[in-house]
């Protein structure tokens, strides 16, 4: 598999057993696109276990049971128990009453901060 992507600039090819954070999402930029074949599918249960057994290869490594066991998050939040204990959404909620003025630029807002400015 090396051999047929190395002369392809801008792919990287990286073995199950050494790979990284900094390889899968580098910068912190996640959306890479990685293409896994079926035998590192198969090693990766041997290198970190599962939810029933631990991995083979990390020494004792085991992977933690997943919190949710149901994933339609929309479904839980718009059932009727959420919704029966939540308070209601506020309505006509004013985020500032009154707009902050440029003393710079309104002389009205400067008199207020400096009363000597009137005398110029």
């Known amino acids: 598999m090396v051999n047929a992507f190395r002369n392809i600039p801008g792919v990287d090819v990286c073995n199950v057993t050494r790979m990284n ?8 930029q996640l959306g890479r696109m990685v293409i896994w074949t ?9 290198l970190f276990g599962n939810q ?3 991995g083979f290869l990390k ?15 929309a479904r839980i939040i718009n059932s009727n128990e959420v919704q029966s204990v939540i308070r209601p959404a ?3 909620v004013v985020a500032h ?3 902050k003025k440029n003393p710079l630029k309104n002389r009205k807002a400067m ?6 400015e009137a005398i110029r």
């Open 59 to 73: 020494k004792g490594y085991q992977l933690h049971r997943p919190c949710m066991s149901n994933g339609d998050l």
């Open 97 to 99: 009453e009154v707009q």
């Open 52 to 54: 029933s057994k631990v």
């Open 111 to 116: 008199e207020r901060l400096n009363p000597n």
């Open 21 to 28: 954070l900094l390889q899968l999402a580098p910068g912190g």
């Open 90 to 92: 506020k309505k006509n």
């Open 38 to 46: 079926q035998s590192a599918f198969s090693q990766l249960d041997t």
